[in-house]
């Protein structure tokens, strides 16, 4: 019945959030909506059509014992009790002659008032006979007790009154909302025996789950029950749910989602701080942060408890995507930076280049450099050519959480990469984070990432990392700085020159210089190393001490705190760069083993120099092995 009611409402709701207020399991209702029908669910099918004719034939006058005997007469041999619940299943009821209710008590002890009038209604003069009585009438608030006085000679209303109880002798007003009188069920109600409403015990908290009886449910129990008067028994079959369930929701005056009761200490509360910072971080996923506690923080509760603890922290966490509105910030105010990833097709084949982001927030105008790696030198040496750009910088910056701007600690907290942190200050501009799984904070500078993706790279062609950047630039000149953009309705250039103004100045401050020079020996082949690469330094240095430095995508060698060497920072690992000045080059066993990965063969032919070939007779004679005549000129 419960997939019955999931295939009814695929519609309407989704799958996955009916299966899990309904208890069942999403894999399960796909296999019974794939499964075939039985031989038996067949049956039933055409059984149900027979039981149909007969009780429309009948007037639907018929219930299930008489229906059963009329298929025996037709010669079908059929269970009664089968009939009974396929005429269940299928709503099908006898009608019945509403059975007469009691609503006054005469078998009692008290003493009658004689019968003055003795049924004489007709009166000749006002204000001479006054009946009154006393009904109740149920409305959406609960029953309610109506007292009239009339006057009978004109039928005049001479008083009325109307009350949540029909008791003169409490003056308390009672209203539950039930469809009984008051004088059943009280302790269902929370009644005392004066009839006055007693204080619930158990207090709704704001957050909880969603209930497996949602609003169209509770409207059709609310109406079996007070027009179809169905007995609260039979509604619980009918839509299978338990009796106490059917009980509070029609004591319920509008619906509500469930509210499990609050308590006040659980286990849970004394790990709050650590579940509500660390949520966000895991996505709200229960299960993670039910294995942390127990690992970390001695947590000895229930998984259960940290499910219910984690429910409303999600919650919140939808409402607020839900309600999530664009805001603006006012000119020099915010910058938002992000990277953005793209396979190259380079003429030495494919790459994968990373593109730096940065976008001022009033503007909209965009700065893009094209990467070969997101290391931390090249984030910040891009940071610092953006600044250049524009002329300056906002006062604070918007990133996602990659590595080199934070980290977590084992605790959850946030830690500023201290480098980062260290060019934050040096430049002056306040750094921020976006929440986890929230990119739409930054969109921004997410659209500029996309822009770059759809407009750059389709229909171009790159010969290396360098050309990418050149045509790069030109496309942003061009194209994107004067483009009328779909928010502002303005070219960024145009909004850009009413916040040049409003910019942190650079001052002629120096570029920040975050990694130290690393010492390295000069090897047998004029190489040395750094970050798995190799790049080449004048053959006079054979064997002797020099510092290498990374700045952004150069590295610069030094040798006694003078300056002997340049290269560009060379993609990938293992790959070396030989300049042709710098002397005989790599020896032959390196140069027959890299010689498939160097890159820069292809933009230099011939970069290693022709060696001259000499006798063997002189390099004898200089190892005394040979006379002088022998020696070749």
Known sequence: ???????????????????????????????????SESTRSAANRTLLTDIRVIHRKSRQTYGSPRIWYALLRRGQR?????????????????????????????????????????????VTQPNRVWAGDLTYVWTAEGWLYLAVVLDLYSRAVIGWAMGCQRSCNNPQVWSVNSPHPPHRRRREMGLDETGARTIMRTQMDQ?????????????????????????????????????KTVRRQLRQTTWQPYRRAAVTETLLTAHAEFVQDRA??????????????????SYTGSYETVKRGVAPLREVQLQAERALLRFETPPGQ??????????VPFRAGPMVVHVFVLTLGFSRRGFYYACADERLAQFLDAHERAFAHFGGHTREHLYDRPRTVCAADDTGRRLWNPTFKAFADYWGFEPRVCRPYRAQTKGKVESGVKYVKRNVLPGRTFVD?????????????????????????????????????????????RSFQPEARVSRIVAEDYLV???????????????QRVEVQR?????????????????????????????????????????????????????HPGALPEVEVRDLACYEALCGRATAQEVQP
């Open 551 to 603: 700045r952004g995508d150069t590295v610069h060698i030094f040798h006694r705190d003078q300056e002997i060497a340049t290269h560009p920072v060379l993609p990938g690992t293992h790959q070396f760069r030989i300049v042709p000045e710098h002397g005989p080059g790599a020896i032959a066993r390196l140069t027959r083993h890299r010689r498939s990965t160097c890159r820069e063969s292809t933009t």
């Open 1 to 35: 019945m419960r997939y019955r009611a999931i295939r009814e409402h695929d519609r309407r709701y989704p799958i996955r959030l009916m299966c899990r207020a309904l208890a069942v399991s999403p894999a399960g209702y796909y296999a019974w909506k794939a499964r």
């Open 280 to 297: 966000p971080q895991v996505g709200y996923s229960a299960r993670i942060l039910y294995q942390e506690l127990r690992a970390s923080r």
């Open 465 to 509: 990392l360098v050309d990418f950047q050149a045509q790069l630039d030109e496309w942003n000149a061009t194209i994107a700085d004067r483009r009328v953009h779909g928010t502002t309705h303005e070219p960024p250039l145009t909004r850009f020159e009413r916040e040049r103004g409003q910019l942190v100045p650079l001052a002629g401050q």
């Open 529 to 543: 190393s750094l970050a798995t690469n190799r790049y080449s330094v004048p053959f006079r240095l054979l064997g």
């Open 78 to 122: 059929v269970g009664e009790h089968r009939v009974a619940r396929l005429m269940r299943a299928d709503g099908i009821r006898a009608k019945t002659v509403k059975k007469w209710r009691a609503t006054t008590q005469s078998s009692h002890r008290f003493p009658v008032a004689e019968n003055t009038l003795n049924r004489q209604f007709t």
């Open 207 to 243: 957050s909880g789950e969603v209930c497996m009886v949602d609003q169209e449910r509770w409207a059709e129990i609310r109406r079996l029950c007070h027009e179809e008067r169905v007995s609260i028994s039979e509604i619980g079959r009918r839509l299978d749910l338990d009796r």
């Open 334 to 343: 915010q910058s938002q930076i992000d990277w953005g990833q793209a396979t």
